[in-house]
Structure formats: structure tokens, C-alpha cells
């Protein structure tokens, strides 16, 4: 865990932590990533996404009912201030140990209460030779949450893509990385900003970026 400045004992509650989740296996993912439906509400059909939420107590995921998604204008300039509403889950997904065991890596690293909602959002970045992509078209943000978690799935061949933190949006990063498959990246959103930089093949082919982005709250509402 990062310690940042003079931080007394009580601020430094959480900052951002970067952990390796292990005994996952990621190829249990693989094909629930593909065919997913495109995220409508950005220009271009480069991402694709589903949303649900969750909360975990004990060793056990609860699933929450379909919710709309909200954020405001101040923390999403793009799609601020509109529900947006996404398709669930996979079942199969949420049935596999290894995404509970993503989920509940997210709770205990946060200490979050039981009752705490967690948003799930799964999400492909695809990028073509000719058309490189943003994960974050709104920039250098916050979500507007308590405690994000970014865990990278499977990177195809692409280049780019780094994870950076920010205190203030003006500042260099505290933070910038690569997210390797297996990577959970978890932030206080409240002390920091965050973004990720275009992505980009390697070769003249299709490129594909898989994340999980965990936030609690989850930011549903009915
Ligand atoms: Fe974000």
C-alpha cells in the first residue's frame, strides 16, 4: 500500500494498492468476452460492456436486480447526468469461482462493509490498425465512488493501454502502469484521478484490451 506525503495514520485509511490475484485461471474468462454487446453511449463502437452489481459477504456473492448506471456531469462530462442502462452479466460468469474470487479480493482489500454494493462493469477495448482507442474518452477523471478496483483480464495484441493515478488533474502521475492480466488495481477514488492512455495493435490485425472495473457504491440505482 502507497503512502503519500504526510498522510497522518487516519488518512492514510487506503490509497491505491496494486496486488496480483492468484489462483485464477484467465482463460475461464475468455469466452465470455467476446459477442458482448457495444456500449452505445460513447462515439464509435470500440467498446463493448455489461454492468451488475453485487454484494459480498462472507465467501458468497449476492446478485442485486438491474439497476440504471449514474454519474454526474461533474465527474462525466461526456455522459454525466443520463442513466445509462447496461446488460447484465453472463450467469455462467458470475457462477465461476475465479470471478468470485475477483469480487471478493476487491471487498476484503477495501474492508467493505457486507452490505455494500459492488458495480461490476465488464468491458472490451478493441482497437484496428486504423482505428487506435480510448478506454477513457472523458479524460483524466474520477468516478464519482468510493473505492474503484481495475483488474485486467487479457490484453490481445496491444500496446498502450497504461494505468495512470493522479492527485490533481494539472500533475504528473503518482502512478503509471501497464496492467498485466491478473492485476487488480485498487484506488481510493476520493484521493485520486485516474486514466488510462490509448491502445493500439502490434501487429496489422485486431487488437482487444479485457477489464473487470469494480467501484463500491456501485452507482445503480432502480
Ligand atoms: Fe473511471
Known sequence: MQKLGTATEL??????????????????FKQF???????????????SRRLSRFT????ELVKLPHGYFFQSKEHN???????????????????LDTFKNI????????????EAEIGVHQIRISCS???????????????????????????????????HLYTAKRQKPVFSKVLNPGELLLVNDHEFFH????????????G??????LTSPSLLSE
Open 11 to 28: 488518512e492514510y485509511a487506503f490509497l491505491f494498492t496494486l496486488r496480483k490475484v492468484n489462483s485464477i485461471n484467465l482463460e475461464d
Open 33 to 47: 468476452f467476446s459477442n458482448m454487446p457495444i456500449d452505445p453511449y460513447i462515439k464509435g463502437k470500440y467498446r
Open 56 to 59: 459480498a459477504s462472507g465467501n
Open 77 to 95: 462530462p461526456l455522459v454525466g447526468d443520463i442513466k445509462r442502462e447496461f446488460a447484465e452479466l453472463d450467469d455462467a460468469l458470475i457462477e
Open 103 to 114: 469480487v471478493l479480493a476487491f471487498s476484503d482489500s477495501c474492508k467493505l462493509h457486507p
Open 129 to 163: 490498425p486504423d482505428n487506435f482507442s480510448n478506454p477513457a474518452p472523458e479524460g483524466i477523471h474520477q468516478d464519482g465512488t468510493d473505492f474503484i478496483g481495475i483488474f485486467s483480464v487479457h490484453r490481445d495484441n496491444i500496446q498502450g493501454g497504461e494505468t
Open 195 to 206: 486514466f488510462a492512455n490509448p491502445i493500439k495493435p502490434q501487429t496489422e490485425a485486431q
Open 208 to 213: 482487444s484490451w479485457d477489464v473487470f472495473v
